[in-house]
């Protein structure tokens, strides 16, 4: 698994947006800055995620950009699978893989199935409410000074 900028940005926004959906559609300048993308850049990422489903936008002068359903329903691994792909660090761990002879004695596969299922596991099981809640409680811890 490789994060790109590109998956990078995407994460980036969708837990911004969760961090802030109780507050309605943001534009594209809001959330570049709260994330510090360009805003270019942000606009195509932000024109993906909506077709993947993850956020909609509406149009106009009061217009934006928001979750197109509850942050809580987003996982880790939907965002970074629909935008930088599969999660799998070798395509040989697929059962249909077929394009090598060593397959069932190799001794990385199974080492690779494992590392698969481990980062399948963290990613599938985190939603975007989780670290929304984390990114509130961070926010909140006094801070003491003399």
């Not at 594209?28 to 805003?39: F, H, L, T």
């Not at 001794?107 to 990114?135: E, G, P, Y």
């Amino acid at each position: 698994m490789k994060i790109t900028h590109k998956g990078d940005y995407a994460l980036k926004a969708i837990l911004d947006m969760s961090v802030h959906y109780d507050e309605g559609l943001a534009t594209i300048q809001e959330i570049a800055k709260r994330i510090d993308a360009p805003g270019k850049f942000l606009e195509q990422v932000l024109l993906e995620l909506k077709k993947g489903g993850f956020i909609e936008s509406r149009r106009g002068k009061i217009g934006g950009y928001q979750l197109s359903r509850p942050p809580k329903q987003i996982t880790l691994g939907q965002v970074i699978r629909f935008v930088d792909g599969p999660l799998e660090p070798i395509a040989c761990i697929n059962e249909c893989y077929s394009d090598c002879g060593d397959l069932h004695q190799c001794a990385f596969r199974l080492i690779w199935q494992q590392v698969f299922q481990a980062t399948s596991n963290i990613v599938d099981n985190i939603t975007f409410a989780d670290l929304a809640k984390k990114i509130e409680a961070a926010s909140k811890v006094p801070t003491y000074s003399i």
